[in-house]
């Protein structure tokens, strides 16, 4: 089963802000998905990338694909309370497997 | 288009005794997944159903269990409940699976005292 690393664990940034979190893998990503959960809701899908080296944006989020397909990351532009949440990254082998997550905490 | 429905919201059940946990998926979806969540472990993958089949299943003893009815509609058991399982459960539905957009319920938060 593919091992997912996201780092850093917990992040807590002013409103404005820019910030970035990373997902790792020891192995290749067939495809990676980003979700964000908020408190007391299931996650929510923001984006799947599949390509090495693709870069795809929504809005302020930018998402990152290595050229190597074992690593991810996703950056934050101008970070507001409203981003507040947990994001996780999840890849596709035989089911779809999470990592542990980055909780985010933007404060005004 | 209604999204996927959770029920119920939230449980409390004792140890030893076990408890059924409903998921509607969102119409036209055949795949129904079920996770468990909790701070330690974060997400983990209990099961996929996809049409009536169980497709996968994750490393939860047999205590777990689950099934698909016709209409998509999925239930999971967990009998003879241990503290451990104190968890949110997630239930999430594609159209076909693996590989494809999943959409999150809200999650059944169960607490075993």
Same mark, same amino acid.
């Given at each position: ?7 850093p ?53 930018t ?17 507001q ?28 | ?29 055949r ?15 209990? *099961? ?11 490393? *939860? ?41 999943? *959409? *999150? ?9």
């Amino acid at each position: 089963t593919q091992l997912l690393e996201q780092s850093p664990q917990f992040l807590s940034i002013q409103e404005g802000e820019n910030l970035t979190v990373y997902c790792n893998s020891s192995s290749v990503f067939s495809s990676l998905q980003w979700y964000r959960q908020e408190p007391g809701e299931g996650p929510v899908l923001l984006v799947t990338v599949v390509t090495g080296g693709e870069v795809k944006k929504l809005k302020r989020l930018t998402f990152q694909f290595g050229d190597a397909r074992k690593d991810s990351s996703l950056h934050i532009t101008a970070a507001q309370p409203g981003d507040t949440g947990l994001y996780l990254c999840a890849s596709y082998g035989n089911k779809l497997v999470f990592g542990a997550g980055t909780i985010l905490r933007v404060k005004s | 288009k209604a999204g996927v429905t959770q029920t119920p919201r939230y449980l409390i059940k004792t140890r030893g005794q076990q408890v059924t946990l409903s998921c509607s998926p969102i119409s036209g979806h055949r795949s129904v997944s079920w996770y468990q969540q909790t701070p330690g472990q974060g997400l983990q993958f209990l *099961f996929e159903y996809f049409s009536e089949t169980q497709r996968n299943k994750g490393n *939860f003893p047999g205590r777990f269990s689950g099934r698909q009815f016709s209409n998509s509609r999925s239930e999971m058991n967990v009998s003879t409940l241990e503290l451990g399982d104190s968890a949110l459960y997630l239930c999430a539905s594609s159209r076909l699976g693996q590989g494809t957009e999943a *959409f *999150f319920g809200q999650g059944t938060r169960l607490t075993v005292v």
